[in-house]
């Protein structure tokens, strides 16, 4: 139900820039494979359900806390920094080594800016707001 939403929602979604296909392409592109993957669960369930312990669980809701802080900071600080928090984060709570986690984000954000924003052509804001006033 949740993907469906995703497609629904995502369908409507316009841009006057990008690809020829445009951006409602993508919701479809990871719409349809989540629909079917969850329908495999409900057709063919396991039975049986283990839930991780609480370190585990606590390990998720961080990166999901992170994951909604780039969300909210990516426009006020712009792609690469907001970014580089992502990785390093993301990378320090799945168990990487935190200095090894600050490297690949301090390499991955400004590559991954380039790749779209010079490369593919998508805008991307270099400096977010808080840094432009």
Known sequence: MIAALYMYFG???SADFGDVLGPSVFPMVVGIPAMLLSA????F???EVSWPDRGHMARQLLALAILLG???LLRPLGFPLASFGLIAGIGTVLGGAPLKAVILGAIMS????ALFDQVLGL???FFGYWFTQ
């Open 11 to 13: 369908k409507q979604y």
């Open 40 to 43: 495999t669960l409900v057709v």
């Open 45 to 47: 369930p396991s039975g």
């Open 70 to 72: 780039y969300a909210f």
């Open 110 to 113: 400004p590559a991954l800016w």
């Open 123 to 125: 805008p991307l804001a």
